[in-house]
């Protein structure tokens, strides 16, 4: 088995994550990381090992890796992610893959013409929950499934609160963009990637003076942090999809709100419908019926590290020269109804997808 070198473009919270992963497989070896805080950058490095230290991105690109993994802000993903490719390295890329569909069209792009391997890091594919309703769907066991509603939802929760993370240019939105892609992702890639054709969205900005440290990034991972104070993005997002297969989605994420919490999708089947949600126990529940009379069963799953299983399923298909589990459509379709709903807040109109 040939042994992989991997880079890490970005020392934030979400680096610990995939460095643990990666040195947790065989014949890895993780001896590069970049980010421009070099505070940040020393603490990563001497925590992990990794004796290759880069303040300028640019210069990780130069180094001879097979795999480099980009936990940068997201306005930089795209760029960043186009200049690994070019330089014939396989790329895992934390959501969200771009700012807008044009820069996901041309990683998606440069990834064919270099015929390298490119994935975007949508960790809760990799749940248990999440492979049990998709082998349902595929399987044909929920009927045709026509409606979906699928939330992540905080009480109070904002991330980094004045860094990068509520910094629109650097982020490119709030929750939407930041957890909301989680669970979008999520129903997309369950419903088998239907295409998006009509969009109506909102959004909202109601606790800014009211902000809780959401947690994230972890506190002890914000080594040499300068928050400046700004906190330009929505708290609460929402949109109405419609598919051109007649599918609807109805999708809503918050970093703060007088709602429930947690994740739930919730797919409804001519056949069976199932809902997911992390507050419930048991957090799976199956609606149907069995001979006519209507039935509700439970699921409980073992505990998975979702981060550790993309990162050993995108090795694997490095290894074995195998499609990784985010298509191009999945990943254009994803992005196409995050920008149709911005659109539509901002407009005040819905949006067709072209």
């Keep these: 088995m040939k042994r992989l070198k991997v880079g890490i473009i970005g020392a934030g919270g979400i680096s610990h994550y995939h460095i643990e992963a990666f040195k947790k497989i065989l014949e890895i070896d993780v001896v590069a990381i970049s980010d421009p805080n070099e505070t940040k950058l020393s603490f990563v490095a001497e925590k992990f090992g990794i004796l290759k230290r880069f303040v300028n991105w640019e210069n990780i690109i130069e180094e001879q890796l097979d795999i480099i993994s980009i936990c940068s802000p997201n306005a930089f993903h795209a760029q960043q992610a186009i200049a690994a490719l070019k330089s014939g390295k396989h790329v895992i890329c934390e959501k969200p893959v771009a700012m807008n569909t044009e820069e996901a069209k041309s990683i998606i792009e440069t990834a064919k013409q270099v015929n390298n391997k490119f994935m975007v890091a949508f960790c809760h594919r990799f749940a248990p929950h999440s492979q049990f309703i998709k082998k349902m769907i595929d399987g044909g066991q929920m009927g045709e499934v026509y409606f979906a509603k699928a939330s992540c939802l905080r009480r109070r929760g904002i991330p980094g609160l004045g860094t990068w993370f509520t910094t629109k240019k650097l982020a490119g939105g709030g929750p939407l963009i930041d957890i909301g892609v989680h669970i979008l992702d999520l129903a997309v890639y369950l419903m088998g990637c239907p ?50 297969n007649n599918i609807t989605l109805f999708l809503e994420a918050s970093w703060a709100g007088n709602s429930e919490s947690g994740l739930k999708i919730a797919l409804m089947g001519t056949k069976y419908g199932v809902q997911y949600w992390t507050e419930a126990k048991p957090p799976l529940k199956i609606y149907g019926d069995i001979n006519g009379v209507v039935t509700d069963a439970t699921a409980e799953f073992p505990s998975v590290n979702v981060y550790q299983a993309e990162i050993e399923h995108f090795v694997n298909c490095v290894r074995n020269n195998t499609q990784p589990i985010t298509t191009p459509e999945e990943i254009l379709t994803v992005v196409k109804i995050i920008e149709g709903i911005y659109r539509s807040a901002e407009t005040g109109k819905p949006v067709e997808i072209s």
């Design 195 to 244: 295409e998006p054709q009509l969009v109506v969205g909102v959004t909202y900005n109601k606790f800014k003076n009211q902000a809780v440290d959401g947690g994230w990034p972890p506190v002890w991972s914000r080594v040499g942090d300068r928050p400046t104070g700004t906190f330009d993005v929505e708290d609460l997002a929402a949109g109405f999809i419609k598919f051109k």
